[in-house]
């Protein structure tokens, strides 16, 4: 029986997508989750054939074990993928240990890691100023040796989801931030990176055979405050012709730097003074809804390309219709107990919208957004223009509304 293995899975978005292209492709999914909570939603997952529970999806040894038993059950692994971080590299060295297609080792090892990424590009335009901070380096000398280059970004080497990023304007700040992320992570250094100011965009790549593809560009829209929360989506970007032929240059020169011959990977970068600044790199497609915001807005169904390419066959990236899609993101304000939601039928009778979603559940606690897992829903909105798009996007989103006890 012809299967596919995934390390890894969220509830929803292009994860779990990508599982449910795996059985519409034929095949018989296994799921290797450490979330118990998903086993015992089990009916939830109908898409799933077979899930396996392990306490630490990280532990080689213990899933190639389970891996023997599939095999000795006569299934027939033909690939093996993470779209969750921080799997992506373990799922590529079983990969390796099973003979299978896999995407690039050395640059699936740099992008897990971010001092990894900015020190194979520290010669080069596009990446910015950045210095690491060891734990056993002073505060006090790394805050007055920083204090000139305010303001500047604080973040822990292994965040994704813009969890554990920081904006420190203020020496006070700067401090702050370092000691906050040393008692997260004692063990860990700190990455201090220079603050760029400009419009932000979200580039998929996939790569097959040495050759960089950009499947689609994305600006994003992000809220004000400490932390850099994304609430808007919009597809396709706007930027002239300079803009692309200098994006498709940059992209080519950071999967080359980092040993990029195959996998998919997504880039966010901004554009500042005229020229792009790569603000993060990782390998995998985006989370949440990116699969279904380019599916609707290009007709291309990327989740199910990149198990192609899992597969050793060329993916199929001809796309078959250009739409505007914009997603608003919605969050609350306030921490709390949800009591209810209301306004996703009417949300979803706004001529235009695609999906409505909502993640949280009656008596989730629900707080203000320190990550991006911390936005409760999406609305998702096509139309001929992006003003349009925007509009549907916005105003549907404001029918939803969490009701939550405080706490």
Not at 36 to 43: D, W
Not at 160 to 166: M, P
């Amino acid at each position: 029986m012809d299967t596919v293995i995934f390390i890894g899975c969220n509830k929803s978005g292009t994860s779990r997508e990508a599982i449910k292209a795996a059985e519409r492709m034929g095949f018989f999914t296994v799921l290797f989750t450490d979330r118990k909570k998903f086993i015992e939603q089990r009916e939830e997952f109908s898409d799933v054939h077979q899930m396996i529970y392990l306490e630490d999806l990280q532990k080689r040894e213990c899933l190639k074990e389970e891996l023997d038993l599939l095999k000795g059950q006569g299934k027939n692994i033909k690939a093996c993928l993470s779209l969750v971080d921080p799997f992506v590299y373990t799922a590529t060295l079983l990969s390796i240990e099973l003979g299978l297609i896999h995407p690039s080792p050395t640059a699936i090892y740099k992008m897990e890691e971010k001092t990894r990424v900015r020190k194979a590009l520290q010669n080069m335009d596009f990446n910015p100023f950045f210095m690491v901070i060891q734990p056993k380096d002073s505060l006090e000398i790394a805050a007055e040796s920083f204090e000139h280059s305010l303001p500047l970004i604080v973040k822990s080497p292994r965040s994704n989801g813009s969890k554990d990023v920081l904006l420190a304007e203020t020496k006070r700040e700067l401090e702050q931030a370092i000691l906050s992320l040393r008692k997260q992570f004692p063990e860990q250094p700190i990455l201090i990176e220079e603050y760029l100011n400009g419009p932000q965009y979200l580039i998929e790549v996939l790569v097959w055979e040495g050759k960089a593809r950009i499947i689609g560009i994305i600006e994003q829209f992000i809220s004000k405050g400490e932390r850099f929360i994304v609430t808007g989506y919009h597809y396709p970007a706007s930027l002239s012709e300079t803009q692309h032929e200098e994006l498709d240059s940059v992209v080519a020169k950071v999967l080359s730097a980092l040993d990029m011959t195959l996998g998919s990977c997504h880039l966010e970068m901004r554009w500042v003074n005229g020229e792009w600044k790569l603000i993060e790199i990782n390998p995998r497609v985006s989370g949440g809804a990116m699969n279904q915001i380019l599916h609707e807005g290009t007709g291309l169904n990327l989740v199910q390309e990149i198990i192609k390419l899992h597969l050793g066959q060329e993916p199929e990236l001809k796309q078959s219709k250009l739409k505007h899609v914009y997603a608003q993101f919605v969050t609350v304000d306030a921490r709390g107990i949800l009591l209810r939601v209301t306004g996703k039928k009417r949300a979803l009778s706004h001529e235009g919208v695609i999906e409505v979603y909502v993640k949280p559940r009656k008596g989730t606690i629900l707080a203000p957004p320190n990550s991006l897992g911390d936005r409760y829903a999406y609305v998702i909105a096509s139309a001929e223009s992006f003003a349009e798009a925007k509009k549907i996007a916005q105003m549907a989103a404001k029918e939803i509304i969490f009701f939550i006890e405080p706490l």
